[in-house]
């Protein structure tokens, strides 16, 4: 065979013919067709059968790469790892074919070929053929950087999960993008005229039966970090998640895992939507409400209303210790007086907060509910981000009336100044001007009082525009009547008041209209959120927003930005370039002018973390380690994981890190994260790293031996009594190196390698880090992983001893 080769035509050929021998077979391509993928199964079949390692990454640049390509790929079974890279409007095109085979022989196979009949039989192609034996530096490369790639922390595992996901996508943008799909269907159809698909009917979701409804990638995310949070011993938790991602599935999905259930709102209308999604996931549980009208109390799941379980009577008609597991819906609401008798009345093994927006106006502190303990949290900007909800288009309009004439109550403007200064500026021609400008199909407007929306909507029924108020004291249309017509088109726009903003879902909303001031970051938010579930034929959501110069107009928009860069002078004008792919922002030069006077303001929780550090630093002359910031610092170091991921994120964010340490942490963020959030049920896996790091800073990522380790960690662990008794048994008090060599390759080895995200293996008795580079870069790397290890073994054990060291 010639060493290195042009192939022009019949790639699958020399692919087929080069799978059979090989025992490592790495494919990335930047699209994949499902008759790309028929042609393939069967020889990559064969090699698995044989024990070969497979590993498959393609694209989703313009959603090119067909769900049947995935689905086609995923039924090779769990020993082929397939993943999927997100390219979120950046460029993807790599086409590559890599297959080692025994005594280093390989050949790697790169080009213009992507996964698809067409480029691997008939297409015009150009692809070459290098063997490794010819270029080993070249071949290792391209083996390295397909690693990289096939494990850097925008790609996703192609699961059930995710092709759902995926497929939803897909189906939008080609809706929106018809030209690209036919285009595709034209490449894949020359020569050799494969059947073109029917486009796919797009029907409403329905119910599904007991045993189909899996958790959706975000409550599966959430989902591990509870168990994670659980294993590690903590009894309370809260997720932050954003609206229309799930948390009422989510806590049907962890509900599972108890016996009885106490399901807490503050509105009926989430306490029946709980119950179906309970009874969905669950049907062989009895559910049962207790409300002001029902008082159900033998059910495996009850859904209560707060303002019921507030009186003593209905509480202790309950046991504290009558359910397992306690979820408090909407937990922003949770410092409230009633939630705190609650809460300490019961006696739940585990409760969970759930809220999508846990920053409170009063600044009371809900996360102190939890301990602290933020499980998992994403944001709706990171959602949209990973296409799980909808990218928005947001113009920012000028409002000129000038609301500092107009008196502040505390928590809201003064009703009728604000009403008459709406009609003085002729409110109602620019709203209207904005909203056919920039509108979309159906719209939920956000007013301030029901005089502006009846107000409005007899502004725009006079224009012809069918529109309705619902508030209050509505008449006429039921809310439901309301959201139906709004649904089926019937209706063009819905004025609100207070109405919708928790607990009601239209995901065909794909405008929103806000023609009152931000009182509430919470309520803004909130508000957002019904406009960006994921819809078939919705593309965006368009977001028209009044801004003048109330009170929180500038911290509005901190919202949308994706940056967390500490920059006191930096302008509204800098979001435009941090937005998510697909989302736009554009703002009235005037509202820029505007918002560029007013003062910046910031998240409390991040601002308190911010003003400890520089409170140690200043104290201690020095950047403060992690564990000198748990120490020593008036904040809750746990915060920062949760805030930042990792510490080193934390220093980013200060601007505490120089151009150098800036440019490793982009490129190991994903290392330092995992280290930091790695499941500690013991000490173990610390404890070996521990070791690791001990071997200095040039060597401590090298493989390791379990026998090599085995001294060390036994020294650690019985250096202190606590530790001993906490982490050792009885039988590894007195050392023995077999035993505990033992111990070390079954336990943190092994589970840590299983749970890794590419960062770790255990393979042929050695355990190894996966982070090669120079030596420049490994001494930073050893300084910061050093830090995390010493931080989590402390807290490990400070929390097992406060815990009195029984759990173990």
């Known amino acids: 065979m010639n060493e290195v080769r042009l192939i022009t035509e019949d790639l699958l050929d020399e692919l087929v013919d080069a799978m059979s021998a090989a025992t490592s077979i790495c494919l990335i391509v930047s699209f994949a067709a499902g008759s790309g993928v028929s042609l393939v199964v069967a020889p990559l079949h064969q090699a698995i059968l044989r024990g070969a390692e497979i590993k498959i990454l393609v694209g989703d640049y313009l959603y ?22 997100q390219s979120r409007g950046r460029s993807f095109h790599p086409k590559a074919y890599l297959l080692h085979s025994e005594d280093d022989e390989g050949i790697l196979f790169v080009g213009s070929s992507n996964l698809s009949r067409s480029a691997l039989i008939h297409g015009v192609e150009w692809n070459l053929a290098v063997a490794a034996r010819v270029a080993p530096l070249t071949f290792a490369t391209a083996r390295q950087k397909f690693m990289e790639s096939f494990y850097d922390p925008c790609t996703l595992p192609v699961t059930p999960e995710t092709i759902t996901r995926y497929r939803e996508l897909y189906k939008i943008f080609h809706i929106e993008h018809p030209q690209t799909a036919d285009m595709w269907r034209e490449l894949e159809s020359v020569n050799h005229h494969a059947p073109v698909q029917e486009p796919t009917t797009l029907v409403a979701e329905t119910p599904a039966v007991y045993g189909t409804i899996l958790p959706r990638p975000a409550q599966s995310e959430a989902l591990a970090e509870l168990m994670r949070t659980r294993e590690e011993g903590y009894d309370k938790a809260m997720v932050v998640m954003a609206t229309g991602l799930g948390k009422t599935y989510l806590s049907a999905f962890l509900a599972q895992h108890f016996s009885r259930v106490l399901f807490v709102a503050h509105r009926e209308e989430i306490l029946h939507q709980a119950r179906r999604s309970f009874q969905e996931v669950m049907p062989e549980r009895s559910v049962g409400l207790y409300n002001g ?34 979820i408090i819906d909407e937990f922003h609401h949770a410092a409230a007086r009633s939630y705190r008798k609650l809460l300490d009345f019961f006696q739940p093994m585990f409760l969970l907060g759930i809220t999508a927006t846990p920053e409170r106006a009063d600044g009371q502190d809900i996360f102190g509910l939890c301990d602290g303990n933020v499980a998992y949290q994403i944001r709706f900007i990171e959602a949209i981000e990973r296409g799980w909800l909808a990218p928005f288009h947001y113009y920012g309009v000028y409002d000129d009336i000038d609301y500092k004439a107009i008196s502040w109550l505390g928590s809201q403007y003064d009703e009728e100044e604000l009403y008459a200064a709406q009609v003085q500026f002729d409110m109602g021609d620019r709203v209207l001007e904005a909203w056919r400008r920039y509108r979309g199909t159906r719209t939920l407007a956000f007013c301030s009082s029901i005089r502006q929306s009846e107000y409005l909507t007899h502004k725009f029924v006079d224009h012809g525009i069918r529109a309705t108020s619902l508030h209050s004291r509505s008449v006429g249309l039921s809310r ?7 649904s089926e088109g019937a209706l063009d726009v819905i004025f609100t008041v207070d109405l919708f903003n928790e607990g009601v879902d239209i995901p065909t909303v794909d405008t929103l209209l806000f023609v009152r001031p931000t009182e509430s970051l919470t309520v803004f938010i909130q508000q957002i959120g019904r406009g960006l579930r994921l819809h078939p034929g919705k593309g965006h959501c368009t977001i028209i927003d009044l801004i003048g110069n109330y009170r929180n107009a500038d911290i509005k928009l901190r919202v949308f930005d994706t940056r967390v860069k500490n920059d006191e002078r930096r302008q509204p004008s800098f979001i435009q370039n941090a937005l998510p792919s697909g989302c736009l922002m554009e703002l009235d030069p005037r509202v820029v002018h505007l918002l560029q006077e007013m003062a910046q303001k910031r998240l409390p929780r991040r601002e308190s973390l911010r003003s400890a550090y520089i409170a140690l630093k200043m104290e201690m002359g ?54 930091e959030k790695t499941t500690m049920t013991r000490s173990y896996k610390m404890v070996l790293l521990s070791y690791l790091l001990s071997r200095g800073d040039s060597g401590w990522s090298e493989p390791v031996a379990p026998d090599q380790a085995a001294h060390y960690f036994h020294d650690y662990l019985s250096a202190k009594e606590y530790r001993k008794k906490i982490d050792l048994t009885d039988d590894l008090w007195v050392y023995n190196e077999g035993r505990m ?43 910061w992983t050093q830090q995390i290890c010493d931080y989590r073994l402390h807290t490990y054990f400070e929390r097992k001893q406060r815990r009195g060291g029984s759990e173990t």
């Open 741 to 783: 060599a033992s111990l070390i390759a079954r336990m943190p080895m092994s589970k840590w390698a299983g749970s890794s995200k590419g960062w770790v293996e255990f393979e042929d008795g050695q355990f190894r880090i996966r982070i090669h580079d120079e030596p420049s870069v490994l001494k930073v790397l050893h300084e």
């Open 622 to 675: 020095r950047r403060p380690t992690y564990l000198d910031f748990h120490l020593n610092g008036y904040a809750d170091s746990q915060a920062i994981r949760q805030e930042f991921h990792s510490y080193t994120g934390f220093l980013s964010w200060l601007d505490e890190l120089t151009e150098t340490e800036l440019d490793i942490y982009t490129q190991y963020s994903a290392w330092l994260q995992e280290v």
């Open 293 to 326: 009208h029902t008082k159900s109390m033998a059910t495996d799941t009850v859904f209560a209303s707060i303002f019921t379980l507030a009186m003593k009577r209905h509480r202790e008609a309950f046991q504290p210790g009558d359910f397992d597991l306690i």
């Open 480 to 486: 439901q009547e309301a959201i139906d017509r709004l």
């Open 64 to 85: 090119i790469t067909e769900p049947e390509a995935l689905e086609g790929l995923l039924q090779l079974g769990p020993d082929a790892e397939i993943r999927l890279w």
